[in-house]
């Protein structure tokens, strides 16, 4: 069997090469028409950080896993074609803001015709809306010379940080196909290749529709979770109620449980903000507008959990932070990942920035220039009140307050104490993600708070 994946990104890299390394009898090709994240996937540095995910991809490559730009001769040659391409948000146009851009799947699939002159599987790998197979099974049937394809929706679950764990040992693998002998057949050749590690009762099989919608569906609902608890936190703040209590006394009900129920500066990565906003489109769509404003105030609940953040950082320091240095710790939406991609860190730094704050960030995993980019804009000119350090300790010296954004492992160990007694007094931190023992920190001097705390 030969597997092609269409896109090397967060999603077809750690994919397929899990893939390739527990069934080394099936080839599987990565192809992407950027050349350089493709040299990155071949070189010795990764593109993607993902803990565990070095060791997958080296012991593959080169036996049944390869990185190519010869996107067409892999479709030609493959059985299996995953579409894993980026389905961003719209920027223009009818459902600009809220609707999912299928420029690039339209794209591949126009591809795919043109190339695959004998029968191929096509598999949505990439999140997209409710019926998009439709639009791909319509430009295979108009192109003259395209064999009759199957195509099958297979959504990932992966949680950035831990995707490497995850897909070793998923929750569930879901595979959605039409209910027809063609489509039963292309399901059961898809189910075969995860049950070589995934035990089958895991593998749930549905109709085309159910499977690209629980996909939206399952992100929505997680999003939920974490604006419903961080619209708690900021009660608990009023009440002197600590919301990891309330969060753990909820979570020992069994009909809620105690996953996404960590109160924190507010969600951020690829998937949940642009889910939660195509879905609200779609309701909106199909004529529900109950319940497209519904899922909408997810959004912003999210968006006010960041503004409140900054905002209670600039009333702590006496209602003004202009030039005061502010160190920003962590920029990555969530640790253990180098994405950052919707972070919560984006909309403190400008709001701080725009409160004229000094601003010094300092991310372990994250470049300086994308740390720029992603605050002021791509293009946009420097501003001197942004830098970043190279270290934690950099950050921090000097600083008047320090906001903790993202929960490295390695801000839990730093030596607080030294650090606050090279600070201006008083001094503040503010735990944006609830990782540190605040009553310690207040013991030497901090000015210390966390969300919901």
């Known amino acids: 069997m030969k597997i092609c994946c269409i896109g090397a990104g967060y999603v077809g890299g750690p994919t397929m090469a899990m ?15 950027n050349e350089k994240r493709i040299a990155a996937w071949n070189s010795e540095t990764l593109p993607i950080y993902e803990p565990g995910l070095d060791e997958v991809v080296k012991t593959a490559r080169g036996r049944n896993l390869f990185f190519s730009t010869d996107v067409k001769g892999a479709i030609a040659a493959a059985d299996i074609i995953f579409v894993s391409v980026n389905t ?10 809220r609707a999912a851009d299928l420029r690039y799947i339209e794209s591949v699939a126009r591809t795919i015709a043109e190339v695959a002159t004998s029968p191929k599987i096509i598999v949505e790998k990439s999140t997209i809306p409710v019926r998009t197979a439709t639009t791909i099974q319509e430009i295979l049937a108009a192109h003259p010379r395209a064999a009759k394809c199957q195509v099958l929706s297979n959504p990932e679950f992966l949680a950035e940080g831990t995707a490497v764990a995850d897909l070793t040992n998923p929750d569930r693998v879901l595979i959605g196909g039409e209910r027809t002998p063609e489509g039963e057949a292309a399901i059961e050749a898809l189910v075969a290749v995860y049950a070589r590690w995934v035990p089958r009762e895991r593998i749930i099989t549905t109709n085309l529709w159910s499977s690209e919608l629980s996909k939206l569906v399952a992100n929505a609902f997680l999003a939920q979770r974490i604006s419903s608890i961080n619209a708690i936190s900021a009660l608990c703040e009023a009440t002197e109620a600590d919301v990891d209590e309330v969060a753990n006394a909820i979570g020992k009900d069994s009909r809620i449980g105690p996953k996404f129920l960590k109160a924190s500066v507010g969600f951020g990565g690829s998937c949940f903000q642009k889910d939660v906003l195509n879905l609200t489109y779609l309701c909106e769509h199909f004529g529900l507008p109950e319940v497209a404003a519904y899922w909408e105030s997810v959004i912003k609940i999210n968006d006010w959990q960041k503004r409140r953040f900054a905002a209670n950082i600039v009333k702590a320091l006496y209602n003004t ?28 730094c400008r709001d701080l920035l725009t409160e004229q704050a000094n601003v010094v960030v300092y991310d372990p995993k994250v470049p300086a220039h994308e740390i720029v980019a992603d605050v002021l804009g791509k293009g946009a000119p420097a501003n001197p009140r942004l830098t970043v350090a190279a270290s934690a300790l950099e950050a921090c010296a000097g600083a008047h307050a320090i906001a903790i954004v993202t929960e490295w492992d390695e801000f839990k160990t730093l030596d607080y104490a030294a650090i606050f007694a090279g600070m201006p007094k008083p001094a503040f931190i503010f735990d944006g993600r609830n990782i540190l023992n605040l009553a310690q920190l207040r013991a030497i001097g901090f000015r210390a708070s966390g969300i919901g705390k």
């Open 88 to 97: 961003p948000t719209k920027t223009y146009g009818v459902g600009a803001g």
């Open 19 to 33: 893939i390739a390394f527990k069934a080394p009898d099936i080839s599987v090709t990565v192809v992407d028409l």
């Open 321 to 348: 932070v202009a030039d005061k240095r502010i160190a920003v710790l962590g920029f990555a939406f969530k640790k253990d990942t180098n994405d950052t991609r919707e972070t919560a860190a984006i909309s403190v």
